[in-house]
């Protein structure tokens, strides 16, 4: 079978070693393609491929009607929404993720932001300390869980909110359970955002829960910029001298943003996230895994398309 690595983005070179291990390993022939610029290139990449891992690399119906031959794809990290799931589903290919497996990349990442913020972005002047402050995790899953073990190391008070896990999967990790989202928002100074890019959160954070944030509340956002209001994430910033915002992914109206609010904003230059040789490491070969897997015992752990 041939598998394609697919990243506009591309892993450490010790990652795709250990990737090419298992494929070539396995019998199975392995192929690049890393830093592509236009659709196009991808589309030519995938013509007689079996098998796919992404990152973020966006796996549209374009590119799956390309794929002739493709019966698997795996995105290299959490959040799916880059893949068309439909389109997979159609064709009756496998779509995967690797849930888990670069979450510690992600939270450490959070808790970077919160200190750099409240360091006054690294400028000279007073900051303020994280310790005894409240954290909102918004959304407990694999990421969530790890900020809120982070957190608690720098003795800030965790919260988090989220109508999936049970109240005492919370709770037995000493994060005090929030019954709604607007009272996360409203007892947090920093509220660290977690939720996946779904028809259900696109948009959904605006000026109705950022308003209710306490006074010097500082948003972060490792999650997806398409669950942010933008153009309310603007006027709440103009409304609330006190708030901050600071983003892993820049929004689209960033340029605005940071002309119009300076260090009060923060958005990496490219999302980084999951740009550690560890994050790579795990989640690009447990991709590997899960396709050699499935090719030798149909095992679809993981499939997100079912
Ligand atoms: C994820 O969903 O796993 C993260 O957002 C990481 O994305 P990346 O692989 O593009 O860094």
């Given at each position: 079978?041939?598998?394609?690595?697919?990243?506009?983005?591309?892993?450490?070179?010790?990652?795709v070693d250990g990737i090419r291990k298992i494929v070539e390993g396995s019998g199975n022939e392995l192929?690049?393609?890393?830093?592509?610029?236009?659709?196009?290139?991808?589309?030519?990449?995938?013509?007689?491929?079996?098998?796919?891992?992404?990152?973020?690399?966006?796996?549209?119906?374009?590119?799956?009607?390309?794929?002739?031959?493709?019966?698997?794809?795996?995105?290299?990290?959490?959040?799916?929404?880059?893949?068309?799931?439909?389109?997979?589903?159609?064709?009756?290919?496998?779509?995967?993720?690797?849930?888990?497996?670069?979450?510690?990349?992600?939270?450490?990442?959070?808790?970077?932001?919160?200190?750099?913020?409240?360091?006054?972005?690294?400028?000279?002047g007073t900051g303020s300390e994280l310790k005894g402050k409240k954290l909102g995790i918004h959304a407990?899953?694999?990421?969530?869980?790890?900020?809120?073990?982070?957190?608690?190391?720098?003795?800030?008070?965790?919260?988090?909110?989220?109508?999936?896990?049970?109240?005492?999967?919370?709770?037995?990790?000493?994060?005090?359970?929030?019954?709604?989202?607007?009272?996360?928002?409203?007892?947090?100074?920093?509220?660290?955002?977690?939720?996946?890019?779904?028809?259900?959160?696109?948009?959904?954070?605006?000026?109705?829960?950022?308003?209710?944030?306490?006074?010097?509340?500082?948003?972060?956002?490792?999650?997806?910029?398409?669950?942010?209001?933008?153009?309310?994430?603007l006027l709440i910033l103009e409304e609330r001298p006190d708030l901050k915002y600071a983003t892993d992914?820049?929004?689209?109206?960033?340029?605005?943003?940071?002309?119009?609010?300076?260090?009060?904003?923060?958005?990496?230059?490219?999302?980084?996230?999951?740009?550690?040789?560890?994050?790579?490491?795990?989640?690009?070969?447990?991709?590997?895994?899960?396709?050699?897997?499935?090719?030798?015992?149909?095992?679809?752990?993981?499939?997100?398309?079912?």
């Amino acid at each position: 079978m041939k598998v394609l690595v697919a990243t506009d983005k591309p892993f450490a070179k010790v990652a795709v070693d250990g990737i090419r291990k298992i494929v070539e390993g396995s019998g199975n022939e392995l192929c690049l393609l890393e830093k592509y610029t236009t659709p196009e290139e991808l589309y030519a990449a995938v013509v007689d491929v079996d098998a796919m891992i992404v990152r973020s690399d966006k796996v549209t119906k374009e590119v799956i009607d390309a794929a002739k031959q493709l019966k698997i794809v795996v995105r290299a990290g959490a959040g799916y929404d880059n893949l068309d799931l439909a389109a997979c589903t159609q064709r009756g290919i496998v779509a995967m993720n690797t849930p888990g497996q670069n979450s510690n990349a992600v939270a450490e990442l959070a808790l970077g932001m919160m200190v750099y913020m409240a360091r006054n972005t690294f400028q000279p002047g007073t900051g303020s300390e994280l310790k005894g402050k409240k954290l909102g995790i918004h959304a407990y899953g694999n990421v969530g869980r790890l900020v809120a073990g982070i957190a608690k190391g720098f003795g800030m008070e965790v919260f988090a909110f989220d109508p999936f896990v049970p109240a005492d999967t919370i709770s037995k990790d000493g994060v005090k359970v929030v019954n709604t989202v607007e009272e996360l928002y409203s007892s947090c100074h920093y509220v660290s955002l977690h939720i996946p890019a779904n028809a259900q959160t696109k948009g959904s954070i605006g000026q109705a829960l950022l308003s209710q944030m306490p006074k010097g509340g500082c948003l972060v956002n490792t999650a997806r910029k398409e669950v942010i209001n933008e153009a309310e994430l603007l006027l709440i910033l103009e409304e609330r001298p006190d708030l901050k915002y600071a983003t892993d992914i820049a929004a689209d109206n960033q340029a605005v943003l940071n002309e119009k609010f300076g260090t009060r904003v923060f958005a990496t230059s490219k999302k980084m996230g999951a740009e550690t040789a560890e994050a790579n490491i795990n989640a690009g070969l447990a991709s590997a895994n899960q396709i050699v897997k499935f090719f030798q015992t149909g095992d679809k752990t993981f499939q997100v398309n079912k």
